[in-house]
């Protein structure tokens, strides 16, 4: 019970992991390719909603029901199963990427004309045998949803019922629920504050692989009463995936002024929004960037260079690629917690009031274990943690700590999130 426990509880962020990668635009250039079959992209989404549809039923009727628990392990493998085909193409696209950038700019050209021009090869031939298997796979689960009884969410409750997004993020932040990243704030801050780059508009990005609190540091700094002083105005922005320029320009010109702007004219926008960064000196924060266009982030900082020396721009992100397209100054490319502070997030989140000594030793062994198997994503940590905060039964505890869950690569998935 323990093992579909976990198992249960993160099939709704590995379906959101599966939509992620489906959204993504190197799986959506890859089946641009003529003679692909474009439909398979479609029915796959359209089977995972269906699935996704129940999830919350199906983690609540598991507990008293052993086929709805089997029926989640059985979805749990045949999503994994439906992410490591989108996993190959991400790998296959980003190879091609590579081999092209090395070669001569007229070279790139002419690849990637190539790959949309040239015949079927035997990857995307197999590509597509391995996406027709897991599609029958999961359209036989889907459809075993109302033997089983399982019930749609309810939108009139303001459930999702379309592809799920991650939720926006804000400037806010909770300082007593984090730890070890003491010397990444003071190293940001520094930067921010240094008189060094006062010559020009500074980027400086925070880079790390999803899970492991980029923006929770940038929450920290935005907050720091340090900052107060070193800049007149302040804004936090969350990007997110798309990346649309008139978008982020609203949103810091109606955050600067309390005036919601509903216009389209981004010239007009961008205008204004110049008159109100003159000679101030500004930080702007930009939250989850997964841009790689110059062209884009070109069109976007515009008005931004119009502000007082010293302004700065903080972004997170989780590619490298995307800190060097915004030209940044400084980049802080985030790690792991240590054990030490893994521990102490996870005992927050796993003991009441974090106190552990209140709890079962054996509790706290088991946990010490489970703790170092999140390998130091704080995101990880708390889900975890938290699942465990009303569990007591030792059994529980030690299944969630030998569940399949902690396979290497199902834990680099949930940092994806």
């Known amino acids: 019970m323990a093992g579909a426990l976990v198992g249960?509880?993160?099939?709704?962020?590995?379906?959101?992991?599966?939509?992620?990668?489906?959204?993504?635009?190197?799986?959506?250039?890859?089946?641009?390719?003529?003679?692909?079959?474009?439909?398979?992209?479609?029915?796959?989404?359209?089977?995972?909603?269906?699935?996704?549809?129940?999830?919350?039923?199906?983690?609540?009727k598991q507990i008293t029901n052993p086929k709805v628990e089997e029926w989640i392990d059985l979805v749990k493998d045949a999503v994994f199963d439906a992410e490591d085909v989108l996993d190959e193409i991400d790998y296959e696209m980003c190879k091609r990427k590579l081999e092209a950038e090395q070669e001569s700019q007229t070279s790139a050209i002419g690849k990637v004309r190539n790959f949309f021009s040239t015949p079927i090869s035997s990857f995307e031939k197999e590509i597509e045998s391995k996406m027709k298997n897991v599609l029958e796979n999961l359209e036989y689960l889907?459809?075993?949803?109302?033997?089983?009884?399982?019930?749609?969410?309810?939108?009139?409750?303001?459930?999702?019922?379309?592809?799920?997004?991650?939720?926006?993020?804000?400037?806010?932040?909770?300082?007593?629920?984090?730890?070890?990243?003491d010397d990444d704030k003071e190293t940001i801050i520094e930067w921010l504050m240094s008189e060094k780059y006062n010559n020009q508009l500074s980027v400086i990005s925070i880079v790390g692989m999803g899970g492991l609190g980029k923006t929770t540091l940038a929450q920290l700094v935005y907050n720091d009463r340090r900052l107060m002083d070193g800049f007149n105005l302040k804004v936090w922005v969350c990007v997110s995936d798309e990346f649309d320029v008139l978008r982020v320009t609203r949103t810091v010109y109606e955050a600067i002024t309390r005036y919601k702007y509903d216009t389209n004219d981004l010239n007009m926008l961008q205008i204004k929004l110049k008159q109100q960064l003159t000679q101030k000196r500004f930080l702007l924060v930009l939250d989850d960037m997964w841009n790689e266009n110059y062209m884009l982030w070109e069109a976007l900082q515009s008005p931004f260079n119009h502000g007082a020396l010293g302004s700065k721009i903080l972004l997170t992100t989780r590619s490298g690629k995307v800190a060097s397209t915004m030209r940044s100054t400084k980049i802080l490319s985030l790690k792991p917690l240590s054990e030490g502070d893994s521990w102490s997030l996870f005992s927050k989140y796993a003991f009441h009031d974090g106190n552990i000594l209140c709890s079962n030793s054996d509790l706290e062994e088991i946990g010490g274990k489970i703790s170092k198997k999140c390998k130091g994503l704080p995101l990880a940590l708390?889900?975890?943690?938290?699942?465990?905060?009303?569990?007591?039964?030792?059994?529980?505890?030690?299944?969630?700590?030998?569940?399949?869950?902690?396979?290497e690569k199902r834990i680099a998935r949930f940092s994806l999130l």
């Open 142 to 181: 889907a459809s075993q949803r109302d033997i089983l009884r399982l019930n749609e969410r309810d939108s009139r409750a303001g459930l999702r019922t379309a592809i799920p997004d991650r939720l926006p993020t804000t400037s806010l932040v909770d300082e007593a629920g984090i730890y070890g990243r």
């Open 382 to 407: 708390k889900a975890i943690g938290s699942l465990l905060y009303t569990e007591s039964s030792h059994e529980r505890w030690n299944g969630i700590l030998k569940s399949e869950i902690w396979e």
């Open 8 to 60: 249960g509880a993160f099939l709704s962020a590995f379906l959101q992991v599966a939509f992620d990668r489906l959204a993504s635009r190197d799986v959506l250039d890859f089946f641009k390719k003529p003679k692909l079959n474009q439909t398979l992209l479609n029915k796959l989404k359209m089977v995972l909603l269906s699935i996704d549809a129940v999830v919350d039923d199906a983690e609540q």
